[in-house]
């Protein structure tokens, strides 16, 4: 054993019980790099083998979704509701009679709340259920 060199990160003046091995490699690059990788292990995803019900439920849907998008004929369909449209807007539409009733439940409710409270805020109340409702039965007219 040499005196310069450490064998074993003991200090070159220790005497080591460890004969020297040459250093040799594998014959090809193939071999040398998978005896490099082969301490190399995902022991986290050993967890991964268990059969988890919720996981196994997560991963079918991913499935179905990745599937859906890959293969979007497979999720379209002809609309067996296309001739109620016209129903359903004016129903639900901008000038729809639930639309109506709505606005004239929340005028109610705003005056029996200022009436009670005396506070002209109750209003902003109104307005905001105004704007929201356009906007959101707007989109279902269109």
């Known amino acids: 054993m040499h005196a310069d060199k450490f064998v074993s990160g003991e200090p070159a003046d220790v005497a080591v019980a460890l004969p020297e091995r040459p250093k040799v490699r594998p ?27 919720a996981a196994v439920q997560k991963t079918m849907f991913f499935a179905l979704m990745l599937a859906v998008v890959i293969v979007p004929h497979v999720a379209s369909a002809t609309d067996l509701m296309a001739t109620q449209t016209g129903d359903a807007t004016d129903t639900f539409g901008l000038n729809s009679t639930v639309l109506r009733w709505i606005y004239m439940g929340e005028i109610v409710m ?27 039965y707007g989109m279902i007219g269109a």
Do not use: C, E, W
């Open 27 to 53: 014959g090809n690059f193939i071999q040398y790099t998978a005896s490099r990788l082969k301490n190399l292990r995902f022991t986290h995803r050993k967890t991964l083998n268990k059969p988890d019900a």
């Open 110 to 136: 705003s005056l029996v709340g200022f009436i009670k409270t005396r506070n002209p805020l109750i209003f902003v109340g109104l307005v905001i259920m105004l704007v929201i409702s356009r906007a959101l």
